[in-house]
């Protein structure tokens, strides 16, 4: 033999070797667990360590064992085998452990010649972390979705399109359709007679083109299936997902009793102009009286009618909504199970809503359960940068107050000032010797501070003078913003 021949030799035997360390390197590497099996006995010939890891069994034992033996449906794995003739692609099977814990896995592989015999190399992938979050997830979307069932106002999902992807009970009950009608494509803009269209697209045009995750509010005329119209709110604001606008979602308010009182009042106005037409100096003098009473009662109307909207929007808060449900989302990857807690104790903010929405005043015990649950969603939200400190003694828990004003007075701290772990805010809530509840939090104010239209504070205002006398007390003093209102 030459030499030259002799090289050659050394050199394919290098390179099957190196070839082999190679294989040997993936298959011990790989995260996914691989098995080699004769195919006609299915005993299992070799596996890696990831296949140690997942399954629980040490190298010597998991050889000891046949393909049937990791599956928790041992017939269909072995008849998938020996049927198969060149490829396995097997999507979702369940495999057991050593302990016994069944687990959800995807299986692929196929054959190869190895040491001259046909053998068949199986990967296996456990993707049953995956399908817990999935159903998770699955989960959480329900109950959303049967919390809006409960809401008397119409609350939508809208792609960028205008298409209709979700609408609850009200909804589907008030516009006459149903969820398969909304899944074989249904758009927003058949809910408002044609009329309202361009103003509607240039709504929604607006929202998108400012961005806005707060909710714009705009009047409409909607049309039911029966034909017949009726004037809406609708409050509307974008969803952004991976920083890319999706669609909008929102609710939709029916305003026709509010509507009603706007015509009555027109007809008292009209009928009292009719009544003091007598006499030129009677026209005069019961004009300034008609003037004034008019203003009197048209502020009145509006201040209450402005109430009742400002009480409905916190009853159903888009922007509260909205930052809840991105928090619920990012803890349905990392943590499920407060990512449920979280959704029971939003559940229970939006049952006391629809327990208590008729209601002027409510205990303060009653208040202060709401309390409970609508904290810890913050301290969920914001962790070490706010800390909200609760004395209230119990024989102070029978006195009553607006249902929300505390919820009210919580919102507008953390809208106007900073949040850090450095620089947390801090907020107390306790009943002086007045029995005024007082709600005090350092004042740290933005760098850009937000616009203020000061609705939150006049509504609590406005409710507290329907029945008292007793003022309420907002403002800054030294380094602190004070929020006193009575306890009735």
């Known amino acids: 033999m030459s030499l030259h021949q002799g090289n050659t030799i050394k050199e394919i035997a290098d390179k099957i070797k190196d070839n082999e360390i190679k294989y040997r390197n993936i298959f011990e590497t790989a995260g996914d667990a691989i098995f080699l099996i004769d195919p006609e006995t299915t005993q299992i010939i070799d596996a890696n360590s990831s296949a140690c890891n997942i399954y629980g069994y040490t190298h010597e034992e998991i050889l000891q064992l046949k393909n049937a033996d990791l599956s928790a449906e041992p017939d269909k794995s072995d008849k998938a085998l020996q049927q198969t003739k060149r490829f396995i692609n097997i999507p979702e099977r369940l495999h057991k452990r050593k302990d016994g814990t069944v687990f959800t896995v995807e299986i692929t592989g196929s054959f190869i010649v190895q040491n001259g015999k046909r053998t068949a190399l199986s990967v296996v992938h456990d993707f049953s972390a995956r ?55 249904i758009y927003a803009h058949q809910f408002f007679i044609p009329e309202d269209w361009g103003k509607l697209a240039n709504y929604f045009d607006v929202t998108i083109k400012y961005s806005s995750t707060s909710a714009i ?62 006499t030129l100096e ?25 109430s009742q909207f400002e009480t409905l929007k916190n009853q159903l808060n888009p922007h509260f909504l909205f930052n809840s449900l991105n928090v619920l989302a990012s803890l349905i990857s990392v943590d499920p199970e407060m990512a449920e807690n979280f959704t029971i104790q ?17 205990p303060l015990k009653t208040e202060l359960d709401f309390l409970e649950s609508y904290t810890f ?21 029978n006195l009553k107050i607006p249902p929300l004003a505390i919820q009210i007075i919580l919102e507008n701290a953390i809208k106007h000032n900073t949040l850090s772990v450095k620089s947390p805010l801090y907020i107390d809530i306790f009943i002086d010797d007045h029995s005024y509840l007082n709600v005090i939090n350092n004042f740290q104010p933005r760098e850009r501070e937000i616009e203020s239209t000061g609705l939150g504070l006049k509504n609590i205002t406005d409710r507290y003078g ?23």
């Open 346 to 362: 939003l559940s229970k903010i939006y049952r006391y809503v629809l327990e208590h929405k008729s209601e002027d005043l409510v």
């Open 131 to 185: 399908k817990k979050v999935e159903e998770a997830l699955r989960e959480s979307e329900l109950r959303f979705r049967e919390m809006t069932d409960f809401l008397p106002q119409v609350v939508y999902e809208l792609d960028h399109k205008g298409r209709v992807i979700f609408l609850n009970k009200t909804g589907l009950k008030l516009f006459g359709i149903t969820e398969k009608k909304i899944n074989d494509g």
């Open 466 to 488: 329907y029945f008292t006398d007793k003022e309420t007390v907002f403002g800054r003093v030294d380094n602190k913003f004070v929020a006193k209102i009575p306890l009735l």
């Open 377 to 397: 969603l913050l301290n969920i939200r914001f962790a070490e940068k706010l800390h909200i400190k609760i004395d209230l003694p119990d024989q102070k828990l």
């Open 217 to 278: 509010h705009r009047e409409f005329t909607g049309l039911k299936k029966d034909g017949t119209t009726f004037p809406v709110m609708v409050c509307n604001a974008i969803i952004i997902k991976n920083n890319e606008v999706k669609g909008t979602r929102g609710i939709l308010v029916d305003i026709t009793e509010r509507k009603k009182l706007e015509e009555e009042l027109a007809k008292s106005n009209q009928l009292l102009k009719k009544h003091y037409s007598r």
């Open 282 to 306: 009677q026209v005069k003098t019961y004009a300034e009286e008609l003037k004034l009473k008019e203003t009197q009662l048209l502020k009145l109307q509006k201040d209450h009618l402005q």
